[in-house]
């Protein structure tokens, strides 16, 4: 079975705080995910990363950046945390064989 | 633009009810269609998926769900739900060729025992 780590389940920061979440994959996929996952809008991709090094802006990429230094993680960062980034973040992996997303157990960050 | 409608929120069933969970998409080629669910303090997990041929596929747990191209739908069913049904069940809809997931607001489904 594909297994999706993100390191923190919960944290609680405070506004101007510099975040990093974490994510591994254990299945040796090219392509990982970040997502962002609020009540009543869905998941909405933050950024894309389809190799070591490279990424993608999703469809809401301000205020975060990204780092994939190896092919197994995928780091989300919020360089200057805000109170309007308290949501549910979510990893994600994928191999376009299988063509379904593998999820983390998502990151619940509150930002004060 | 792209864009997937779930078009119930929340639905509160009874057990042993029939469920059926709408799902809409604007797109207008060929797309992989998934129904992905997520149990209270779980990770979202794939229910079942479409990619090609018969329209009706059977997921896990005894889901169902049906590919009608001319409705652009992709219609979740169960029969009979169980309290351990309760979750928040996602449609998402992924361009062939592409890494482009597009997800459903979600619906909260609420089993009664």
């Known amino acids: 079975d594909v297994k999706v780590t993100q390191s923190s389940r919960y944290l609680v920061k405070r506004t101007g705080e510099k975040v990093f979440l974490e994510c591994v994959q254990d299945?040796?996929?090219?392509?990982m995910f970040w997502y962002r996952q609020d009540p009543g809008l869905g998941l909405r991709l933050i950024y894309f990363s389809y190799d070591v090094k490279m990424k993608e802006k999703g469809d809401i990429p301000e205020g975060y950046s990204v780092s994939r230094e190896k092919k197994e993680r995928f780091s989300l960062i919020l360089e200057s945390a805000s109170t309007n980034q308290t949501s549910m973040y979510l990893c994600?992996?994928?191999?376009?064989?299988?063509?379904?997303?593998?999820f983390g157990e998502g990151s619940r960050l509150t930002v004060l | 633009a792209q864009s997937v409608s779930q078009h119930n929120h929340h639905v509160i069933l009874s057990e042993a009810a029939s469920l059926e969970l709408g799902c809409n998409y604007s797109?207008?080629?060929?797309?992989?269609l998934f129904w992905y669910v997520q149990y209270p303090g779980q990770h979202l997990q794939l229910l079942l998926k479409?990619?090609?041929?018969?329209?009706l596929v059977k997921g896990i747990k005894g889901f169902e769900a049906e590919f009608i191209k001319s409705k652009f739908s992709f219609n979740l069913r169960k029969p009979s739900v169980q309290w351990s049904d309760t979750a928040e069940y996602f449609c998402a809809v992924n361009p062939h060729g592409t890494y482009k997931y597009i997800f459903g607001t979600g619906t909260r489904l609420k089993v009664l025992a």
């Open positions: 994600a992996s994928w191999t376009p064989e299988l063509g379904e997303l593998f």
């Open positions: 299945m040796d996929h090219e392509n």
């Open positions: 797109y207008g080629g060929t797309v992989n």
């Open positions: 479409y990619f090609s041929g018969d329209p």
